[in-house]
């Protein structure tokens, strides 16, 4: 995981359940279970690094 430099803005946290019918974040996994949500991965993207 990378840190946010002091000063810089951006994500610093990110929370998602796998499953696509969950209540508080929507799920990484779409309708079918099997394929990932590309916008939500792409979102974390800059945390992986």
């Known amino acids: 995981m990378l ?3 002091s000063g810089q803005q951006g994500m610093s946290f990110a929370y998602w359940s796998w499953n696509p019918n969950s209540t ?3 799920g990484i996994l779409m309708d079918d279970w099997t394929s990932l949500q590309q916008a939500k991965l792409a979102a974390l993207q800059p945390l992986i690094g």
Do not use: K, N, Q
């Open 3 to 5: 840190d946010i430099a």
């Open 24 to 26: 508080d974040t929507g």
